[in-house]
């Protein structure tokens, strides 16, 4: 097998989660230690530091265990599905293609003793595709999501922000706004497109046969885990912003097809070391 040189886009706390989204929870949620710790081996990962952040995803409330016999098995909580739900949702995300022409920004001033409070604030908006126009004001193609108010209010941040939803007057064109509320977007298109060439040399060396069953485990999961690397920092703005050669959507065509052919040699694998308490 190749040498591993892309998983660097997914930390281990990632992979483990991702194991669980796409195998441990259709074949009901459970899984052996000694499954994560052979899975993960064929992403380079040792038995030392899978068993560390097991360990950690348990001590931080995302994972429970039991014991039987000489073997524990371990789950996730609601804490551990609601973060594994969380990450679905920028996946699922569709490009906003019938925008209306009109922003969502929001504007807070929160005071420095009170910083965590901000930098949790940033970091929500950044994770629902927010980007920063300036210091404080954060804008977006979309609506905040259904889910704002409360997350605010759990973050004790809701007194501090205003949410408008406006239009555009200039006196620039949008694309300068773009640049500057999204500078990731050039970086973005990089890293698309050489996920884009990898994905398609997997894909060719698997319709000449030349993957077994492990190899098709490995690729499936480190291609799921890079496509989710890059589409997390994507704002999935509408057609309209973005160049015409922009490409997420020859990316996620490729996702779709990739994963659709390796899916079942990969299953097969996965079944043939997967172990639960019954």
């Known amino acids: ?7 660097g886009y997914a930390n281990l706390n990632t992979s483990i989660l991702g194991l669980y989204g796409q195998y441990v929870l259709p074949r009901g949620g459970e899984i052996w230690l000694g499954t994560l710790v052979r899975a993960l081996a064929v992403l380079d990962f040792s038995e030392a530091a899978v068993r560390s952040a097991v360990l950690r995803l348990k001590k931080k409330g995302y994972l429970q265990s039991r014991r039987l016999g000489r073997r524990r098995f371990y789950r996730l909580t609601d804490m551990g599905m609601n973060r594994l739900n969380r990450g679905g949702f920028r996946f699922s995300i569709p490009p906003d293609e019938d925008w209306d022409g009109r922003w969502t920004v929001v504007i807070y001033s929160v005071p420095e ?18 980007g920063m126009l300036a210091p404080g004001t954060w804008i977006s193609t979309r609506p905040l999501p259904p889910e704002a108010e409360s997350e605010w209010r759990e ?7 205003s949410v408008f939803r406006s239009e555009y007057l200039g006196p620039g064109e ?5 640049a500057r509320a999204f500078p990731q977007l050039p970086t973005l298109a990089e890293q698309y497109k050489k996920y884009i060439a990898g994905s398609e040399s997997v894909l060719h060396r698997f319709e000449t046969g030349l993957l077994d069953d492990e190899e098709c485990f490995a690729y499936r999961t480190r291609n799921i885990l890079q496509f989710v690397h890059i589409i997390f920092k994507d704002p999935t703005l509408p057609a ?4 015409e050669d922009w490409p997420r959507p020859k990316a996620q065509l490729l996702t779709q097809e990739l994963q659709k052919a390796l899916t079942e040699p990969a299953e097969r694998f996965f079944d043939s070391i997967y172990g639960t308490a019954g």
């Open 155 to 161: 973050l004790d941040v809701w007194k501090y922000p």
């Open 240 to 243: 309209s912003l973005l160049p």
């Open 174 to 178: 949008p694309s300068t706004i773009v």
């Open 1 to 7: 097998m190749e040498e591993n040189t892309e998983l």
């Open 113 to 130: 003793k009170h910083r965590e409070c901000r930098d949790a604030l940033r970091d929500m908006l950044n994770w629902w595709g927010f």
